[in-house]
């Protein structure tokens, strides 16, 4: 029998782990198991656990603090509340639960205690018992556990030290180790092997999903080409692409080696006016062009239009992959702040700031890009060619955002799903390089797809009425690129998802190409665990997170029937139209031109360019091109915008929903970024209660200056209640503080039809550096500022208070007289 309280305090801490392989013993059906109230995935084990531990909540989950028993798995940090229902053990698993964050998803873990903050690392020594717990996560969530005075000294030390070991990537497996905590198991394995795929998108991997999509944009000229159904054309572009119908598979063939990487010419989309929407990569100028090459070359880069071809450089004006990724981490040193250092940007020069990290400029640059072949498109009778070097990302931006403005069906769920699918996963974006989910290639490293989300946020934002999609969706999107889990983000091309999924190899002879090679040991069970699609929502959200993920929209016409694949009826346009066969121009900041060596075969050092299309002189046709995109001034205040509602929507489904790029139009994605700024803040500035924070000090001075303003206003109204209610311009003085610094910010987000409005704003911080819970009578978020009805009514800098009510379609205005405009014309700085 062992005796002894040391012995005894080592028993009861294995205990966890001994149920654990009990437990997982026991039964092969992949179902929830519930392991001291925490509904845990088959083979998942307990490594430590903490009793009462209190979360703090965030603006979307209500605000406040809730109680309950803080875990540290294999795979996650969960959080089980004291009053939650009981797991139901019949349910299906899912990854994560709505209080809970992945290892994965950690960067940072820092603890706070009396006047101190540490960040914690494997070899960490800590010299005080934590009071507060704070995970900085990689899509930018801050979480923050407080532990209560009668929380164990030594679960508080060990699960802080248990989750500061488990998420650091010690190696570059550590990604393979995290999937097989989380999907290794027999009973996940065997689970997601019969998971049935969502039927309602399409998922782009035959000829059946590409023939559908072109029945849907009426693209008959247009067909499904099998030629690199081996990958042996370009490993790069998927198996199935879509061509003109007059090109041979064999002829096609001759044209790949004059592509980057044999990113020839393909169609993406075609809108309803009959303009063809296309992707390629730059043309190989060191390769001899033969007759018969240059006439496929030029059928397939007309396409079935035989007059007008555009072709659209995105390398000038777009950033980087490079300019992208220093951006990005200038705005997530901004907005959090840096921890390790204790030093944050003061609120005076938190405008000028984020004006430096570039991040708005590029996503205006995006969006301007995007409208302007949108209103070329719009034109008719014309194919835009989008050419970038490598064609795997700026031209995924760019193509994907004029999809969303033109075509509704992009603005749905699935449609948007759909989207992604075609134009990032399918067509090859390197989301396996660009996320470096390894950490091990920096220089590779860029969110790309990150900014697309941010411009598909600021259309969201300034027509939500026009979007089925919210900005739940959107978020819930943005955090799942950082969980190495899914198919969709670990790979870089449709030919590395079918070598890992079939457990294929391949190797190359002369004479045979690529050929598919099976590996010896590929009859038994891969070691890799099966990794489902981003799109099986269920695996991540409860149903009820999956309801907000959409909203009720009013149902979009049919398209008009065709008159000769062409809606158009401008005659300005049919006069640009009726051009010279093969005239080819290129759209260049803002302007056309025709110069001589934009077709390799067409510039007289080749030789044997003779007799194919002609081209056009570089004056003709091109003041008809400018017409198009002078139709809407890019650079100017738009017109429709009023005080009351903005910037007017298009009519016609089908037009273009052309963003607003002024200044105080764009604004920075809150709900994505700012969502764990206020913790940051807090806790780089470490200061004992007795002492309120510098924001809270600001918060209370505004509120002050706002109650003397309602009292003037009331007082000089000698009745209220028959004075016409006149909607207040909330977001005209754009959320001044006593500092004079003005923040970017919207009061309040948008509110479209059906929108589900965000939780009030927060009321006062008050932070808490001391262990103890505060008494029964006293909630554990105090605010010291109440009116005479006892409620709270501090606001943040960030945004007014909750009792402001947001306009529908509320956008930014012009800025008051005292402010002016950045050189950039990006923020408002006064």
Same mark, same amino acid.
């Given at each position: 029998m062992?005796?002894?309280?040391?012995?005894?305090?080592?028993?009861?801490?294995?205990?966890?782990?001994?149920?654990?392989?009990?437990?997982?013993?026991?039964?092969?059906?992949?179902?929830? %198991?519930?392991?001291?109230g925490?509904?845990?995935?088959?083979?998942?084990?307990?490594?430590?656990?903490?009793?009462?531990?209190?979360?703090?909540?965030?603006?979307?989950?209500? =605000?406040?603090?809730l109680?309950?028993?803080?875990?540290?798995?294999?795979? =996650?940090?969960?959080?089980?509340?004291?009053?939650?229902?009981?797991?139901?053990?019949?349910?299906?698993?899912?990854?994560?639960?709505?209080?809970?964050?992945?290892?994965?998803?950690?960067?940072?873990?820092?603890?706070?205690?009396?006047?101190?903050?540490?960040?914690?690392?494997?070899?960490?020594?800590?010299?005080?018992?934590?009071?507060?717990?704070?995970?900085?996560?990689?899509?930018?969530?801050?979480?923050?556990f407080?532990?209560?005075r009668?929380?164990? /000294?030594?679960?508080?030390? #060990?699960?802080?030290?248990?989750?500061?070991?488990?998420?650091?990537?010690?190696k570059?497996?550590?990604?393979?180790?995290?999937?097989?905590?989380?999907?290794?198991?027999? #009973?996940?394995?065997?689970?997601?092997?019969?998971?049935?795929?969502?039927t309602?998108?399409?998922?782009?991997?035959?000829?059946?999903?590409?023939?559908?999509?072109?029945?849907?944009?009426?693209?008959?000229? *247009?067909?499904?080409?099998?030629?690199?159904?081996?990958?042996?054309?370009?490993?790069?572009?998927?198996?199935?692409?879509?061509?003109?119908?007059?090109? &041979?598979?064999?002829?096609?063939?001759?044209?790949?080696?004059?592509?980057?990487e044999?990113?020839?010419?393909?169609?993406?989309?075609?809108?309803?006016?009959?303009?063809?929407?296309?992707?390629?990569?730059? !043309?190989?100028?060191?390769i001899?062009?033969?007759?018969? /090459?240059?006439?496929?070359?030029?059928?397939?880069?007309?396409?079935?239009?035989?007059?007008?071809?555009?072709?659209?450089?995105?390398? #000038?004006?777009?950033?980087?992959?490079?300019?992208?990724?220093?951006?990005? $981490?200038?705005?997530?040193?901004?907005?959090?702040?840096?921890?390790?250092?204790?030093?944050?940007?003061?609120d005076?020069?938190?405008?000028?700031?984020?004006?430096?990290?570039? *991040?708005? /400029?590029?996503?205006?640059?995006?969006?301007?890009?995007a409208?302007?072949?949108?209103c070329?498109? %719009?034109?008719?009778?014309?194919?835009?060619?989008?050419?970038?070097?490598?064609?795997?990302?700026?031209?995924?931006?760019?193509?994907?955002?004029?999809?969303v403005?033109?075509?509704?069906?992009?603005?749905?769920?699935?449609?948007?799903?759909?989207?992604?699918?075609?134009? *990032?996963?399918m067509?090859?974006?390197?989301?396996?390089?660009?996320?470096?989910?390894?950490?091990?290639?920096?220089?590779?490293?860029?969110?790309?797809?990150?900014? !697309?989300? /941010?411009?598909?946020?600021?259309? *969201?934002?300034?027509?939500?009425? %026009? !979007? +089925?999609?919210?900005?739940?969706?959107?978020?819930?999107?943005?955090?799942?690129?950082?969980?190495?889990?899914f $198919?969709?983000?670990?790979?870089?091309?449709?030919?590395?998802?079918?070598?890992?999924?079939?457990?294929?190899?391949?190797?190359?002879?002369?004479?045979?190409?690529?050929?598919?090679?099976?590996?010896?040991?590929? $009859?038994?069970?891969?070691?890799?665990?099966? &990794?489902?699609?981003?799109?099986?929502?269920?695996?991540?959200?409860?149903?009820h =997170?999956?309801?907000?993920?959409?909203q009720?929209?009013?149902?979009?016409?049919?398209?008009?029937?065709?008159?000769?694949?062409?809606?158009?009826?401008?005659p300005?346009?049919?006069?640009?139209?009726?051009?010279?066969?093969?005239s080819?121009?290129?759209?260049?900041?803002?302007?056309?031109?025709?110069?001589?060596?934009?077709?390799?075969?067409?510039?007289?050092?080749?030789?044997?360019?003779?007799?194919?299309?002609?081209?056009?002189?570089?004056?003709?046709?091109?003041?008809?091109?400018?017409?198009?995109?002078?139709?809407?001034?890019?650079?100017?205040?738009?017109?429709?915008?009023?005080?009351?509602?903005?910037?007017?929507?298009?009519l016609d489904?089908?037009?273009?929903?052309?963003?607003?790029?002024?200044?105080?139009?764009?604004?920075?994605?809150? #709900?994505?970024?700012?969502?764990?700024?206020?913790?940051?803040?807090?806790?780089?500035?470490?200061?004992?209660?007795?002492?309120?924070?510098?924001?809270e000090?600001?918060?209370?001075?505004?509120?002050?200056?706002?109650?003397?303003?309602?009292?003037?206003s009331?007082?000089?109204?000698?009745?209220?209640?028959?004075?016409?209610?006149?909607?207040?311009?909330?977001?005209?003085?754009?959320?001044?503080?006593?500092n004079?610094?003005?923040?970017? !910010?919207?009061? $309040?987000?948008? +509110?479209?039809t059906?929108?589900?409005?965000?939780?009030?704003?927060?009321?006062?911080?008050?932070?808490q550096?001391s262990?103890?819970?505060p008494?029964?009578?006293?909630?554990?978020?105090?605010?010291?500022?109440?009116?005479?009805?006892?409620?709270?009514?501090?606001?943040?800098?960030?945004?007014?208070?909750?009792?402001?009510?947001?306009?529908?379609?509320?956008?930014?205005?012009?800025?008051?007289?005292?402010?002016?405009?950045?050189?950039?014309?990006?923020?408002?700085?006064?």
């Amino acid at each position: 029998m062992l005796t002894g309280s040391k012995t005894t305090f080592k028993v009861r801490q294995m205990l966890p782990d001994i149920k654990e392989r009990m437990l997982s013993q026991s039964g092969v059906n992949a179902r929830s %198991r519930d392991v001291f109230g925490l509904r845990c995935l088959p083979g998942e084990c307990v490594l430590q656990r903490a009793v009462m531990v209190r979360k703090k909540l965030t603006a979307r989950e209500g =605000r406040g603090w809730l109680s309950g028993t803080l875990f540290c798995t294999h795979f =996650r940090v969960a959080f089980v509340p004291q009053d939650s229902p009981k797991p139901d053990d019949n349910a299906d698993p899912v990854l994560l639960g709505d209080h809970d964050v992945a290892l994965a998803s950690i960067e940072k873990v820092v603890v706070v205690g009396p006047n101190r903050t540490k960040l914690v690392t494997p070899n960490s020594s800590l010299k005080f018992t934590p009071e507060e717990l704070v995970l900085y996560c990689r899509d930018m969530r801050v979480i923050c556990f407080l532990f209560d005075r009668l929380t164990p /000294d030594a679960q508080v030390i #060990e699960i802080t030290y248990t989750i500061a070991k488990t998420y650091q990537p010690l190696k570059p497996g550590s990604v393979l180790s995290f999937q097989n905590a989380a999907l290794g198991s027999v #009973e996940m394995k065997q689970f997601l092997s019969n998971r049935r795929r969502d039927t309602h998108m399409n998922w782009f991997e035959s000829v059946l999903d590409w023939e559908q999509e072109l029945e849907r944009c009426g693209a008959s000229g *247009w067909r499904v080409s099998s030629v690199n159904d081996r990958f042996e054309m370009s490993t790069s572009l998927p198996r199935f692409i879509v061509v003109p119908q007059k090109v &041979l598979d064999t002829e096609l063939k001759k044209s790949f080696a004059h592509f980057n990487e044999g990113r020839i010419p393909r169609w993406c989309w075609r809108h309803p006016r009959g303009s063809d929407l296309l992707r390629m990569a730059s !043309f190989q100028n060191n390769i001899y062009h033969e007759k018969d /090459d240059i006439r496929n070359l030029e059928m397939v880069l007309f396409g079935c239009q035989s007059s007008l071809c555009v072709v659209v450089e995105l390398g #000038e004006e777009l950033p980087s992959p490079a300019d992208i990724q220093l951006a990005h $981490s200038r705005l997530r040193a901004l907005c959090l702040g840096d921890i390790s250092t204790s030093v944050s940007v003061p609120d005076d020069k938190w405008l000028s700031t984020l004006e430096s990290t570039h *991040w708005l /400029d590029y996503t205006r640059s995006c969006l301007r890009k995007a409208s302007e072949v949108a209103c070329l498109l %719009r034109g008719g009778h014309l194919t835009v060619a989008l050419q970038e070097a490598e064609d795997r990302d700026m031209s995924c931006v760019v193509s994907s955002l004029v999809q969303v403005m033109c075509d509704p069906h992009c603005r749905t769920q699935h449609g948007f799903q759909s989207l992604v699918q075609k134009e *990032w996963v399918m067509a090859g974006h390197r989301f396996y390089s660009r996320i470096n989910y390894h950490r091990d290639n920096d220089k590779e490293e860029a969110p790309v797809f990150l900014i !697309f989300l /941010d411009c598909v946020w600021q259309l *969201w934002s300034q027509y939500p009425s %026009r !979007f +089925q999609l919210t900005e739940d969706f959107l978020l819930a999107l943005h955090d799942s690129i950082h969980l190495p889990l899914f $198919s969709s983000f670990l790979a870089n091309c449709q030919r590395e998802r079918c070598k890992r999924s079939q457990n294929l190899g391949q190797s190359y002879t002369p004479v045979n190409g690529w050929r598919d090679v099976l590996h010896p040991d590929s $009859s038994s069970d891969p070691s890799d665990p099966p &990794l489902p699609p981003v799109w099986d929502w269920a695996l991540q959200y409860s149903k009820h =997170r999956q309801d907000r993920f959409t909203q009720p929209i009013p149902p979009t016409p049919p398209l008009q029937p065709l008159l000769n694949g062409n809606l158009n009826t401008n005659p300005d346009t049919h006069r640009l139209t009726d051009a010279i066969p093969g005239s080819v121009f290129l759209l260049s900041r803002g302007t056309f031109s025709c110069p001589a060596n934009l077709l390799p075969w067409r510039s007289s050092s080749s030789g044997v360019y003779k007799k194919s299309h002609r081209r056009a002189p570089s004056s003709e046709n091109v003041p008809g091109l400018e017409r198009l995109l002078k139709a809407w001034a890019l650079t100017e205040l738009p017109q429709g915008l009023t005080s009351t509602s903005g910037p007017q929507g298009p009519l016609d489904p089908y037009e273009p929903l052309l963003p607003l790029l002024m200044g105080p139009c764009m604004g920075l994605w809150r #709900e994505c970024y700012l969502r764990g700024a206020l913790h940051a803040q807090a806790f780089s500035h470490p200061i004992s209660a007795n002492h309120p924070h510098p924001v809270e000090r600001l918060a209370r001075e505004v509120q002050q200056l706002k109650d003397k303003l309602d009292q003037v206003s009331s007082s000089t109204d000698p009745n209220p209640s028959a004075k016409t209610a006149e909607p207040r311009r909330t977001d005209t003085n754009l959320n001044q503080n006593t500092n004079n610094g003005t923040f970017l !910010f919207p009061s $309040s987000r948008p +509110q479209g039809t059906g929108v589900p409005r965000a939780a009030p704003l927060p009321t006062s911080i008050n932070h808490q550096t001391s262990r103890g819970s505060p008494p029964a009578s006293a909630p554990p978020f105090r605010s010291s500022h109440k009116d005479s009805s006892g409620s709270s009514k501090h606001t943040f800098l960030f945004g007014h208070s909750s009792s402001t009510e947001a306009r529908p379609d509320q956008r930014y205005y012009p800025a008051p007289n005292n402010a002016k405009l950045s050189k950039s014309n990006g923020s408002i700085a006064s």
